[in-house]
Nanobody, 132 residues
Framework: VQLVESGGGAVQPGGSLRLSCVGS?????????IGWFRQAPGKELEGVACISSDTSKYYADSVKGRASVSADNDKNTMYLEIDYLEPEDTAVYFC??????????????????????????WGQGTQVTVSS
């Protein structure tokens, strides 16, 4: 089971970014919740957005209204687009997959502290830097 992120980079404040996460060794149709986390320097992992197995979508307050999470099950690929990027969005972004879905949903909507080792699948991360 593997997840690989891409699409990170340097962006100016106010800009947009689209991250991709490709899964292998399992299918997004297998009842997993899939989602995005991020970790800023010196801070804990933060849930950003996720899609449950019933395709419901959840967003952290920090990105609500600016972010959109989606998935293409035929390509086993998940996307995260964030608009109106802020310096506070600077972080390493990771994708994750697990079941049951609350393992991703709770950190996203409640800010529950998590560690990468808690998830069945975890990507290597992609750096996003928002700076002028």
């Amino acid at each position: 089971v593997q997840l690989v992120e891409s699409g990170g980079g340097a962006v100016q404040p106010g800009g947009s970014l689209r991250l991709s996460c490709v899964g292998s060794g399992f299918s997004f149709r297998d009842g997993y919740a899939i989602g995005w986390f991020r970790q800023a320097p010196g801070k804990e992992l933060e849930g950003v957005a996720c899609i449950s197995s019933d395709t419901s979508k959840y967003y952290a307050d920090s990105v609500k209204g600016r972010a959109s999470v989606s998935a293409d099950n035929d390509k086993n690929t998940m996307y995260l687009e964030i608009d109106y990027l802020e310096p506070e969005d600077t972080a390493v972004y990771f994708c994750a997959a697990d079941s049951p879905g609350y393992k991703l949903i709770h950190p996203v909507i409640w800010g529950t502290t998590v560690r990468s080792g808690e998830f069945s699948a975890w990507g290597q991360g992609t750096q996003v830097t928002v700076s002028s």
